[in-house]
């Protein structure tokens, strides 16, 4: 039972290099999201998602676009990395957002922009 | 603005003991509050959750208690075991919401 997958789980770029962090879900779920963690600090919203081809800004977009063209894959794109990048990335998946759903996360990739 | 604030980030507790782990929030407007576990290197997983029809919900060893007049809820572990050790998130979502926001977490030691 996979869940929410997350590749890669490591990663290291260099300044100005781009890449693409995939997430892919199993459980049919409408609603899915990237978040970032900081050392001591909480998850911060990238994007989210409510249903294939939507999407939309969270707390902290610039920088990353996304994608959304089937239910279960929610690519996460990176452009021009900068140091500022550095961080843990989540993805997670919900059957929908808000009262009474409950948010599934990936294992996480580990990002560090050198 | 951090809506959602965990103002101890870290907690020690001796196994047997109870835990209390501590969340407040600034927005009227949540109505639903989650609990997350996370281990190191691995995503947070779901503990528990309360609706703000609410005031307790139990599972186990675990209780979320929930103060609407003073936007606070925390989390009861009882008793606490060595495999609680764990940093938690507090998360919250407005009715008809599409967004979970979440605080900084709190790292728990249980102390065997």
């Known amino acids: 039972n996979a869940g929410v997958t997350q590749t890669p789980k490591f990663r290291i770029l260099k300044i100005g290099q781009s890449m693409t962090l995939q997430c892919t879900q199993d459980?049919?779920?409408?609603?899915m999201y990237w978040y970032r963690q900081d050392p001591g600090m909480g998850l911060k919203l990238i994007y989210y998602?409510?249903?294939?081809?939507?999407?939309d800004k969270g707390e902290v977009p610039n920088g990353y676009n996304v994608s959304r063209s089937t239910t279960e894959d929610f690519p996460l794109r990176l452009e021009l990395a900068a140091p500022s990048q550095t961080s843990v990335y989540f993805c997670?998946?919900?059957?929908?957002?808000?009262?009474?759903?409950?948010?599934?996360f990936g294992e996480g990739s580990w990002l560090t922009v050198v | 603005d951090q809506q959602v604030k965990q103002n101890s980030p870290s907690l020690s507790v001796q196994e047997g003991r109870i835990s209390i782990l501590n969340c407040d929030y600034t927005?009227?407007?949540?109505?639903?509050f989650l609990w997350y576990k996370k281990y190191p290197a691995e995503g947070p997983t779901f503990l528990i959750s309360?609706?703000?029809?609410?005031d307790k919900n139990e599972d186990g060893r675990f209780t979320v208690f929930l103060n609407k007049s003073a936007k606070h809820l925390s989390l009861h572990i009882v008793p606490s075991q060595p495999g609680d050790s764990a940093v938690y998130f507090c998360?919250?979502?407005?009715?008809?919401?599409?967004?979970?926001?979440f605080g900084t977490g709190t790292s728990l030691t249980v102390i065997p």
């Open positions: 459980m049919n779920h409408n609603y």
């Open positions: 309360i609706s703000s029809i609410k």
């Open positions: 997670a998946s919900s059957w929908t957002g808000g009262t009474g759903n409950t948010i599934y």
């Open positions: 998360a919250a979502s407005e009715l008809g919401g599409n967004q979970f926001y």
């Open positions: 998602s409510v249903g294939a081809g939507i999407t």
């Open positions: 927005n009227s407007m949540f109505d639903y």
